[in-house]
Structures are given as structure tokens and as C-alpha cells.
């Protein structure tokens, strides 16, 4: 009898898991009435970042944005930034549009794909003035740890697409996930910690509904800025 062959390919990073979620009437209506203006179209060629947001202006790239609540919070407190949002997640995409329009954004543009090949077709190399990466999936069974997205082959890729002086932001309120991010981080020669292990929660991220409950029960939080150095 013939035995399959075992599939020996790599196995290609993703940036998330794709889940079943509800979208409320109002975020319906924003998905389908403002993705023509605020999304952008995933395609494998550059993307012209000036044209896309009408302008120049320092890009901030946030993988995977949730329900977009943060993401507008800070754009809102940033006008001077362009911030570009990639989520697979429709419901979370509904929600920041609506976000969007609510606020009277212009600000941020959104992409509905893999961040991974965003980042790898998309987006020219020293191209970003940042980067957020905010309570991504925690993977907590020790057998899924594999499939949590910081991992050294993404930060490598990552920092390609940092601009020099431009910066790396996590955060997590799983403390074996930070040790994790911190052990990787450290070990990519392209990124220089900016505290002396984890940082201080920077003024830009606001603290989410979820993390005031957290801490309001003592579970921790835990932030790490890392910086593309000027000069090699």
C-alpha cells in the first residue's frame, strides 16, 4: 500500500488565524460603504505610500489593528503620521471604518490581508517610520508556540522595512509571550532595545478597556521598543 509523502516544504509564516466573527448592522454599513476610500486593495507590487495617503508623511505600519479602536485613538492624536492598518478580520476592519468616519479620519488607510505578504510585496524596504504589533494571538499551549507571529524570520523582515531610526512597538499581557518577544528582539543585530529590557508604556498607545480590567485584576502588561539604529 502507498504511503503519503510527508510534505518536507516550510512551513510559510501567517500573521493571523482566520476566525468567524459577527459584524454588527453599522459595522456592515461602514465595510461596505467606506472600503472603496479608506482600503486599499492587496496586489504583489509596490505600494506608493505618498499616493495612497495623498501625501508625505511618516507611515506607521499596525499588524493586526482588532476592533480598530487604538488604532484611531492614536491616529486622531497623531494627524502629522500616516498610519496603515492590516487586518484580515472583517468584522474588526467594519469596526474601524466606522471608527473612521465617526472621528472624521484621513489619516489611515486599511489593507484586508496577510500582514506577511503585505510586508513582503507591498512595501519597500526602509520605507516605514514604524511599526505596532499590539496583544497579537498568544498561542498559550506550549505545542502552538510555533505559531506566534514574533518570531526571528518575521523581525528580520520587519526590520528591512524599518527606515533607519525608525521603531519596533509590542506589547502583550502574556508574560512567557513577552520573555519570548524579548529574546527574539534582543537577538536581531538590526534593532537596539530602548529600555533595559521591557519599556514604560509609550504616551501614543492608549490603554484599551480590556488591559484597564486586567490590571484592575493584577495581570501585567508588557511593552517593548526597540529602534532601527541611524548608522550600522
Known amino acids: 500500500m502507498e504511503t503519503p509523502e510527508q510534505d518536507t516544504r516550510p512551513r510559510r509564516i501567517r500573521s493571523y ?3 468567524q466573527g459577527r459584524m454588527s448592522e453599522a459595522q456592515r454599513r461602514a465595510y461596505e ?3 472603496a476610500h479608506w482600503g486599499i ?4 507590487a509596490p505600494l506608493d505610500l505618498a499616493a495612497a495617503f495623498g501625501r508625505n508623511a511618516p507611515t506607521i505600519l499596525e499588524i493586526g489593528f482588532g476592533m ?6 492614536i491616529a486622531a492624536a497623531h494627524p502629522q503620521n500616516n498610519y496603515l492598518g492590516v487586518e484580515v478580520h472583517t468584522p474588526g476592519v467594519g469596526s474601524l471604518l466606522k471608527e473612521i468616519q465617526t472621528r472624521g479620519l484621513d489619516n489611515i488607510r486599511l489593507i484586508q490581508h496577510d500582514a506577511v505578504e503585505v510586508l513582503t510585496h507591498m512595501l519597500a524596504d526602509g520605507t516605514l517610520a514604524g511599526i505596532h504589533i499590539y496583544f497579537p494571538d498568544p498561542w498559550p499551549k506550549k505545542r502552538h508556540h510555533k505559531r506566534r507571529l514574533i518570531q526571528s524570520e518575521l523581525v528580520a523582515l520587519l526590520v528591512r522595512k524599518l527606515a533607519p531610526g525608525g521603531y519596533l512597538h509590542c506589547a502583550t499581557d502574556w508574560e512567557d509571550y513577552a520573555l519570548q518577544m524579548l529574546e527574539v528582539l534582543n537577538a536581531e543585530a538590526g534593532l537596539k532595545n530602548t529600555a533595559d529590557g521591557f519599556a514604560p508604556r509609550p504616551q501614543w498607545r492608549p490603554v484599551t478597556k480590556f488591559e484597564q480590567r486586567g490590571l484592575k485584576l493584577g495581570h501585567g502588561v508588557w511593552d517593548l521598543l526597540f529602534e532601527k539604529p541611524l548608522s550600522a
Open 68 to 73: 480598530g479602536r487604538t488604532t484611531a485613538e
Open 41 to 44: 486593495a492587496y496586489a504583489p
Open 17 to 19: 488565524v482566520l476566525r
Open 33 to 35: 460603504d467606506a472600503l
